[in-house]
Every structure is written in C-alpha cells, then in structure tokens.
C-alpha cells in the first residue's frame, strides 16, 4: 500500500500547503483523486485496492455505484474486471430523456455496492445510499480510498452503511513521512488539524420526504376495474400518455386520424353524436383499428341524468355506446344514480367510466366543494369509475387516473374561455396521468408529426416525475 500512496502523492493528488475546503474550513492537506484519470495504471490499481476492501469485509452484492463523479471511472473498472454490473447516479436528474436519477438496469431488491474515493463526513455516500434506496435498492456497504479520520465512516456506521477504507489519513502522513515526502512538522500540522476538526457521530438528518410516485405498471396492479389495469399497462409498454381528441363531423377524416395517429396514443376520443355521416360501420371500422393499433376508445357523452335515463342513453339510441366504448365519462350532478345506471348497463362488459370533476373553461362551476364530492363518490364506486377529468390531482389513490384536457405546447387562453396548459405542466408538475390534445394535432400541417411530438414531450414529462430526486431539503 505503501508503494500506491507515494504514486498518489507524485501523481499530484495529495497536497500539502493552505487550502479552503468546500465547508469554509482552512485546511493543511488536500486531496485531488481526480487527477487519476490521467494515470491509468493507477486508477487501475485503485480499482483493485477496493475490490479486495470489498471481499475482505465480506460484502455482498449484485451491482456497484460510484459516487459521482471522482469514483465514476474507478466504479467502472471494477465493474469490467470484475463482471459486475454498474450504476450511474446523476447529482441532478435531467429534465429530458428519461429523466432517470439512477441510470442503469434496476432490479429492486438486490443490493448495491457504493464505491468513493475520500469519506470526511460521509454525507456524500449517505445521499447516494438515498437515491439507490428510493428506486428499490439496498445498500449496506460501501468502499472508500481514504478515510480522512474526522468521523464519516462512524456516523454511516450508524446510519446503518458499513464502510470501510484502503488507509487513512494517518497511513498517508505515516507512508510519506517515512519515504521523506513531507516533513515530520508537517505531518505534526495535519495531525492537530484532523484532531480538531470532527464531525460528530450522529444520524444524518432526514430529508423531507415527498408523496412516493409509482410507475404507470405499479398503479395497474392496484386496480379493481380492468379496462383500468389495461389502460395503465398500454401506457407503459407504448409508452404514451397521449389522448387524442377526435372533434371531427366526418366519419372518413376520424378513421383516418385513427388510423394515422393508433401506433402513438393509449386512448381516442370521440363525440360519436356530432358525425353527420354516422353509421354502424364507423364503429365497426373504429373497434378494428383500436385493436390493431391497441389503444382504448373513449366517448366523451358526460352522462348528466337521472339513472334510468342514462341506462337508455348507454345502452339504446342509434350510437349503442356500450357495445364499443371501453370508457365514458359523466358529471356527477344526479348523484350516485348516475354511475349506478351506467354500471348496471355495463354488467358482463369490461367497460368503465371518468367522474368530470373540474373542467378547463373559464368561469366553471366544477370546483370546490363539488370537486371534493366527486372525489369521494369515485373512490367509493372504483370497481367502475377509474379516474377523473380534471385540471389537478383531486385524489391520491393510485387506482385513480387523471386526464386532463386543454393541453398545448405553449400556455395561455383560447377561444370561448378555454384555458391551456403545457404537457410539462399538467403531467410533470400538476402529476395528471394522460393529457388529452385535438385541436393542435388535427389543425397541424403534419398531424402525425405533431401527435409524436406531444407523445414525446408527455412522456418525458411523466418519467421525470417519476424518477426525480424523492427527497427534498
């Protein structure tokens, strides 16, 4: 070990002089391990120091993690020699991409290995133990190059991360004192310095948790209703969150947007009532194309009537709405008989339906005291009703979806008092679940071009909610 101290200290990763921490504190010694990048044999031989740490305390794990960013390139070596898989923790979770804070395959369960270069107060592997645990992982050991003796290995002891070094600071001051790298008043000076500069042995202080966020396929599993479990499944395997809203007059133009648009969208929605070609083959033609392209149909009636009313209006009329949408939607105004009279017809069918508990008008009355009614009549009936149509989260049952309309690329306010909001807003902030988009898709110059785009920019928004740092200061 001797001989791997005295190639750090020529290598110019450890110095001696005045330094200013990252705390404030002056400081008699420093260390710089990030010039080992440019030596690779001893990165290489670092590496394999803290592989034999690791088997030497008997730790036991499936993947490893460096600290980023100094013990990134010594994780990776390890990883390769060793044939184990690696994880990348990010300082910041991108807002782009997948957003993801841990990169990497993640089997929740298995243990990970931290690797770091310096531990002083160990605060930097306690947050990287956070992030790991957030997605599943547990972590109970950890490796570390130098140990600069002012108590971080002892408070992660006691934040239950068993940590252990390849040498400390006093095997450093010892190894180049003896090969006459610095002098014994040296060596004295960073002596009385480590001395009193400790940081106590305590637990860490927790976080600030926020409301843990599952993934589209964790929530499947935690539905009653089945067109709500499939819904949240196409959503994760096609990854879109992407409702298309079909206001078209004309049977031709919605079976070709349909069509056109199938492969991108989990759901298409319809106001069959406004087709002025309307026939049974439409429906025929749409059930076909809903299939082949797996996505639900969904006719926006807003059922607002007594319950023997709506059971005619779902089942009966020229539409038969029953017979092909997997999911509709009403106002709760008629109280619990409207959802009573729906299910009732939906008897023997996986069908299910959307409780309107705020709108995107301006001036609507879909608020407060009616909004938090709605929220419980919904949760009382969630083997049919599945969700909401909604501006925000009106409930935190994870079997509950949002939809949410009024959606563009850029926020403000439309004609007639429609108020929009971005797809970064109503799913990355707001936490809605699917956005529902017509009129900016249909009235683009390339429809399909813009339905990918919104498909893009939701689901982005949906993995960065989903994987951003769970803990807050």
Known sequence: MDDLIVKLFDAGAVKFGDFTLKSGIQSPVYFDLRVMVSFPEIMEEVAEVLWGVAEKMGAEF?????????????????????????????????DYGTAKMIEGRIEKGEKCLIVEDIVTSGSSIFETSESLVAVGLKVTDAVVLLDRCQGGIARLKQNGINTQSAFSMHDVLEVLTKHEKIKPSVKSEVENFINHNQFETKMFAPRKKVPEVLSYSERAKKCKNPIARRLLTLMDEKQTNLAFAADFTQSDELLKLADLLGPHICIFKTHIDILSDYTPDVITKLKALAEQHNFMLFEDRKFADIGGTVKHQYRSGVHKIVDWAHIVNAHSVPGQGVIEGLKEVARGKERACLLIAEMSSKGNLASGEYTKATVKMAEEMSDFVIGFISQNVVSNKPNMIHMTPGVKMVAGAGVLGQQYLTPQEVIGVKGSDVIIVGRDI???SNRLAAAVNYKKVAYQAYYARLFRKKDID
């Open 442 to 444: 249909y009235e683009a």
């Open 62 to 94: 499936d993947s490893i993690c460096g600290v980023p960013y100094t013990a990134l390139p010594i994780a990776s070596l390890m990883s390769v020699s060793h044939k184990k898989p690696m994880l990348i923790r990010r300082k910041e979770a991108k």
